[in-house]
T-cell receptor
Framework: GAVVSQHPSRVICKSGTSVKIECRSL??????MFWYRQFPKQSLMLMAT?????????EQGVEKDKFLINHASLTLSTLTVTSAHPEDSSFYIC?????????????FGNGTRLTVT | GENVEQHPSTLSVQEGDSAVIKCTYS??????FPWYKQELGKRPQLIID???NVGEKKDQRIAVTLNKTAKHFSLHITETQPEDSAVYFC????????????WGAGTKLIIKP
């Protein structure tokens, strides 16, 4: 089946530093990838939609200058948390559609547990 | 845009019994409804999905029903087992917003031995 690989799985960083998270579709091409944030015991919160070759679409309330998204190829999207602060600590997870139609299944990466000290 | 509500937030059932989780949606144009299972600290995994051209879909112990008129869909798990314990999320596609999935709040399913 379709596989989405996300790295790193865990990262601890100091306040003020930046962290890059990679999301790769291993056996399919993904023109669109979605980046989510999930707080403990809560649902998935969509942060932004990453479109290959164009600018990402950010959800209301998500700072685009803080959460930089780059989708340079059909198999790779990256999320960079810039100048991280403790409140950015969370579980970040990417996903992509394996099918070419908009109502096809969404496949998730394993997620990245970010801890900012 | 689409809005999805999910109930209950927590469901505790005896092992071997059935579990039912219900979701409602607001956009009658939505045509795709997946269900995901998420174990603690892990990624959501698709367990079953249904498209609007069918009313029911079954895969072994798991089934999903869709009522387009009432705009609700349900997940049914029969003969529950301890490994079914997890958080389950329903979702509906939002055709107005880049076809992103709109998620329910999740249901924590607890299987009592």
């Amino acid at each position: 089946g379709a596989v989405v690989s996300q790295h790193p799985s865990r990262v601890i960083c100091k306040s003020g530093t930046s962290v890059k998270i990679e999301c790769r579709s291993l056996d399919f091409q993904a023109t669109t990838m979605f980046w989510y944030r999930q707080f403990p015991k809560q649902s998935l919160m969509l942060m932004a939609t990453s479109n290959e070759g164009s600018k990402a679409t950010y959800e209301q309330g998500v700072e685009k200058d803080k959460f930089l998204i780059n989708h340079a190829s059909l198999t790779l999207s990256t999320l960079t948390v810039t100048s991280a602060h403790p409140e950015d600590s969370s579980f970040y997870i990417c996903s992509a559609r394996s099918g070419g139609v908009n109502n096809s299944p969404l496949h998730f990466g394993n997620g990245t547990r970010l801890t900012v000290t | 845009g689409e809005n999805v509500e999910q109930h209950p937030s927590t469901l505790s059932v005896q092992e071997g019994d059935s579990a039912v989780i219900k979701c409602t949606y607001s956009d009658s144009a939505s045509n795709y409804f997946p269900w995901y299972k998420q174990e603690l600290g892990k990624r959501p995994q698709l367990i079953i999905d249904i498209r609007s051209n069918v009313g029911e879909k079954k895969d072994q112990r798991i089934a999903v029903t869709l009522n387009k008129t009432a705009k609700h869909f349900s997940l049914h798990i029969t003969e529950t087992q301890p490994e079914d314990s997890a958080v389950y999320f329903c979702a509906a596609i939002d055709g107005d917003s880049n076809y992103q999935l709109i998620w329910g709040a999740g249901t924590k399913l607890i299987i009592k031995p």
